[in-house]
């Protein structure tokens, strides 16, 4: 399990967001994902099986937000739940445009020396959003990191939406990840696909994914590089 103090400051971190905003504990929701492979910025972290997503959110006063996610993680042979707590604060800056800023823990159950945090910051359109997050220990490998993504939906027909997203991933000094050399230190990643409204609080994804080679990853290669992602969540 993950150790009790470990958790505890992770915690802290999303709470002290909450309090100092005045968060409303009453608008809180919740989503429950299944995927045919869990991925994170095109690399499988369920080693190309499928898993389930538990998500917590809390929207606050002034535009502060925070919330939860709990997940299955398979790491070559070590496994166990995924803890992603993340806290932060969107505010206006023109009509159509919003900016957004904050911070996200990321913690493994027994594979903890892969814990890691990020800030982050970004822009908001009404169909698309531009993030950047920075990492000074990215999966507690001594690098430095930067990840840039930009992320598009765009409406097709009522209930059909068509997506898409770009990410690049770079990371510098300390020791090179085994699994990027000789790739070099970016990495970029590809999602194209559609999504489909069912009813009022469910929604169904199929997307194709592809990763390249390189970056500041810790873990085996063996993963597909290029698959088809199911996934249906359904809001509560």
């Known amino acids: 399990m993950f150790p009790p103090a470990h958790l505890a400051r992770l915690t802290t971190l999303v709470a002290t967001l909450l309090a100092g905003a005045g968060a409303a504990w009453a608008d809180v929701g919740g989503?429950?994902?299944?995927?045919?492979?869990?991925?994170?910025?095109?690399?499988?972290?369920?080693?190309?099986?499928?898993?389930?997503?538990?998500?917590?959110a809390w929207d606050g006063e002034a535009g502060w937000y925070g919330g939860a996610q709990l997940a299955h993680a398979r790491f070559?042979?070590?496994r166990g739940a995924a803890l992603q707590l993340y806290g932060g604060r969107v505010f206006g800056l023109a009509p159509g445009l919003d900016g957004e800023a904050g911070i996200v823990a990321h913690a493994y159950e027994n594979v903890s020396n892969y814990?890691?945090?990020?800030?982050?910051?970004?822009?908001?359109?009404e169909r698309w959003n531009l993030r950047a997050y920075?990492?000074?220990?990215?999966?507690?490998?001594?690098?430095r990191s930067v990840y840039a993504e930009f992320n598009l939906r765009w409406p097709l027909a009522r209930g059909v939406a068509a997506l898409g997203h770009v990410g690049l991933l770079h990371g510098r000094g300390g020791r090179a990840s085994p699994y990027a050399e000789p790739h070099g230190a970016t990495r970029a990643d590809l999602r194209l696909g559609a999504s489909w409204q069912?009813?009022?609080?469910?929604?169904?994804?199929?997307?194709?994914?592809a990763a390249g080679r390189g970056g500041?990853?810790?873990?085996?290669d063996a993963t597909r590089r290029r698959t088809l992602v199911l996934g249906l969540t359904t809001a509560f």
């Open 31 to 56: 989503t429950l994902s299944l995927q045919t492979d869990a991925r994170e910025r095109g690399m499988s972290y369920s080693a190309n099986r499928p898993s389930a997503q538990l998500g917590l």
């Open 76 to 78: 070559s042979q070590r």
């Open 115 to 125: 814990d890691y945090q990020e800030v982050y910051a970004g822009l908001l359109g």
């Open 134 to 143: 920075v990492s000074p220990d990215y999966y507690g490998i001594g690098q």
């Open 198 to 209: 069912l009813g009022t609080s469910s929604e169904l994804q199929l997307a194709w994914t």
């Open 216 to 220: 500041p990853y810790t873990w085996t």
